[in-house]
């Protein structure tokens, strides 16, 4: 199975803790972060614009998977040296973090997201570089 994931998730990911928009983004999102974490192998398609993650963004709530947050993406995939249409496993872009990133980057990245101050991604990166193991989830 392949996941397509933007730019920008691929640092979401690693701070997810169940916290989303609505009941049906955490089921998605949780899905997503748990196959990850389970199965590193897990081919990641680096693509533009919306994507799986995105795909239960509730239709009640202000759509923001479009408009400015492609410069964030494409800082993100700038930072670990991606480009959209590559495909890598999940645990070589991981590699990546733990080789491209600090966690102090995330506040720099990342300062128009809602989620950043929760310090959840900061904590994500600093496992990665680590070498620790993201924290299973408790939804």
Same mark, same amino acid.
């Given at each position: @199975?392949? /996941?397509?994931?933007?730019?920008?998730?691929? %640092?979401?990911?690693?701070?997810?803790?169940? @916290?989303?928009?609505?009941?049906?983004?955490?089921?998605? @999102?949780?899905? /997503? !972060?748990?196959?990850?974490?389970?199965? =590193?192998?897990?081919? /990641?398609?680096?693509?533009?614009?919306? #994507?799986?993650? $995105?795909? &239960? !963004?509730? =239709?009640?709530?202000?759509?923001? $998977?479009?408009?400015?947050? !492609?410069?964030? #993406?494409? &800082?993100?995939?700038?930072?670990?040296?991606?480009?959209?249409?590559?495909?890598?496993?999940?645990?070589?872009? $991981?590699?990546?973090?733990?080789?491209? %990133?600090? =966690?102090? #980057?995330?506040?720099?990245?990342?300062?128009?997201? =809602?989620?950043?101050?929760?310090?959840?991604?900061?904590?994500?990166?600093?496992?990665?570089?680590?070498?620790?193991? %993201?924290?299973?989830?408790?939804?």
């Amino acid at each position: @199975m392949t /996941i397509s994931l933007r730019g920008h998730h691929l %640092l979401c990911l690693l701070g997810y803790r169940g @916290m989303g928009y609505s009941e049906d983004f955490c089921v998605n @999102m949780t899905n /997503i !972060y748990e196959m990850l974490r389970n199965e =590193p192998g897990t081919e /990641i398609e680096i693509i533009t614009g919306p #994507d799986d993650v $995105c795909r &239960a !963004y509730p =239709p009640d709530k202000a759509y923001h $998977c479009e408009g400015n947050v !492609y410069d964030l #993406d494409e &800082a993100v995939l700038a930072k670990l040296g991606l480009t959209v249409n590559e495909r890598s496993s999940w645990q070589e872009i $991981c590699d990546r973090v733990a080789k491209r %990133l600090i =966690p102090s #980057d995330i506040s720099k990245l990342c300062t128009t997201c =809602p989620w950043e101050k929760y310090g959840v991604c900061q904590e994500g990166v600093g496992l990665v570089v680590e070498g620790r193991p %993201l924290p299973k989830l408790s939804v």
